[in-house]
């Protein structure tokens, strides 16, 4: 980290907040898929959360997958965040509870995508076994609350977590207890880019009723079935939402930016170290007008850095990210990429995915952003359910997946990735609908069974 912000050009001009978006176009043919997904760290021996430090914590767990794996480490001051590989684009990081997240690597197919889940699940679960350490794939910790999970050393969590009291009344459960899994997809041009981003914002709740996986915390069923997409309505009004802006006449890479100016700050990295400007504004920053900065203006490195701390629904940065979901078993992981492939990436599924919601309003879209994490695929709407647009939407991703015939060693398509989803369809049921029918069955009103059985 240190000495990343002082190779960057100072932004000259209103172009270059745009560039910093839109030199992420490319030819279908360099299209990738990128999956990033986070898991809760847990021991069994007691049963509690994982501290960063001690011979059983998450650093070591980092430092045995560095000796396993040959990747490096990165560090906020002298503690070891995370690795990367430098071969490859992708790496593995901490998010604020010891989430343990891997940002995977651009895939071709998601064939590759499955491969890469089941190669990192491999060896973070071998080191991790002698350190009783344990991945569970839920969307949100079902038993500890947010004062006993212990905060990793980052310098950019000890700006947020306060800031988050301020703005929001659950931004620190989003911090500390929730876990999600992230589709990353490419676009062509600016149409393309706004096309999908219209596209994937309307069926975002979609996927969040599909993928629902968090119905516990504290220890107790909380009456959601995604009570980690009920904690982000509840985070920062200002950086979280569905982007009403996208479907305005006319937008595109400078309506977002603008858009991004007017969301306020979190840091600033200089030599190294986080410089917390919460609150602050970016269009101060372009004037030399930051307190914490006096006279200092930004780089394209400041400006890449406030994008990736705005969390929308679908968030643009060089490529669409899809933030709906929960973080599920391996299955659901590249389920949601599969999804999300089949939709954007085939010309007949997309304009299919755009006739599905071209008609739904602001109105329509926010309803079901907050009604969807309580009632998942039994939201009403349009005189049923959202189950109906749900199997649309499943049916529509599997015929692009179809059409782009893309086979594994085993002569099988993409296809086979959606077979989770299928599940879903079939029974009309969530996994957070399973899990409770197992809460209020078996398992007698008792969470803790869920840490084995959904154990990664």
């Known amino acids: 980290m240190a000495g990343a912000d002082t190779a960057s050009p100072l932004i000259e001009s209103r172009a270059d907040l745009i560039e910093a978006m839109e030199r992420g176009s490319k030819p279908a043919s360099e299209w990738r898929i990128g999956t990033e997904h986070e898991k809760h760290v847990f021991h069994t021996n007691p049963l509690r959360p994982v501290t960063y430090e001690g011979e059983n914590g998450v650093r070591a767990l980092l430092d045995g997958i560095e000796k396993e794996t040959g990747w490096h480490p990165f560090y906020d001051g002298e503690n070891p965040i995370g690795l990367r590989n430098n071969e490859v684009a992708g790496g593995i990081s901490l998010e604020p509870g010891g989430q343990f997240e891997l940002s995977g690597a651009p895939m071709e197919t998601l064939h590759g995508t499955a491969a890469e889940m089941a190669e990192h699940m491999r060896v973070a679960k071998k080191v991790a076994a002698p350190l009783d350490i344990h991945f569970l794939g839920l969307g949100v910790t079902p038993l500890w609350a947010v004062k006993d999970i212990p905060a990793m050393p980052k310098s950019r969590y000890g700006i947020m977590t306060p800031y988050m009291d301020k703005v929001g009344t659950l931004g620190t459960s989003m911090m500390y207890r929730s876990c999600t899994v992230q589709t990353n ?25 599909l993928f629902a996986n968090s119905p516990f915390a504290d220890g107790r069923d909380t009456g959601y079935l995604s009570f980690r997409s009920h904690i982000w309505l509840n985070t920062d009004n200002a950086r979280t939402g569905m982007l009403p802006l996208a479907f305005d006449e006319g937008f595109g890479f400078e309506q977002y930016a603008d858009h991004a100016l007017d969301v306020p700050m979190y840091f600033v990295i200089r030599n190294g170290q986080y410089v917390n400007v919460a609150g602050e504004s970016f269009r101060a920053f372009l004037k030399g007008e930051l307190p914490q900065l006096p006279g200092e203006k930004p780089t394209v490195k400041d400006w890449e850095d406030h994008l990736s701390t705005l969390f929308p629904e679908v968030r643009l940065k060089q490529f669409l990210e899809m933030r709906g979901a929960d973080m599920g078993d391996e299955a659901h992981v590249t389920g949601l990429s599969a999804f999300w492939t089949g939709l954007l990436y085939d010309e007949v599924s997309l304009e299919a995915a755009w006739e599905l919601t071209r008609n739904w309003t602001q109105e329509d879209r926010d309803y079901l952003r907050r009604e969807v994490p309580r009632l998942g695929l039994t939201t009403p709407f349009d005189r049923s359910s959202i189950f109906d647009a749900a199997a649309q939407a499943v049916g529509i991703a599997e015929a692009g997946l179809v059409r782009r015939n893309r086979l594994n060693d085993k002569g099988q398509d993409e296809t086979i990735h959606l077979a989770c989803l299928e599940e879903t369809v079939r029974t009309g049921q969530s996994q957070a609908g399973r899990w409770l029918d197992k809460f209020r069955n078996e398992w007698n009103g008792d969470v803790t069974p869920i840490f084995k059985e959904a154990e990664m």
């Open 185 to 209: 997809l490419d676009f062509s041009d600016e149409a393309d880019m706004v096309k999908k981003l219209r596209v994937s914002l309307a069926l975002q709740p979609i996927a969040t009723a």
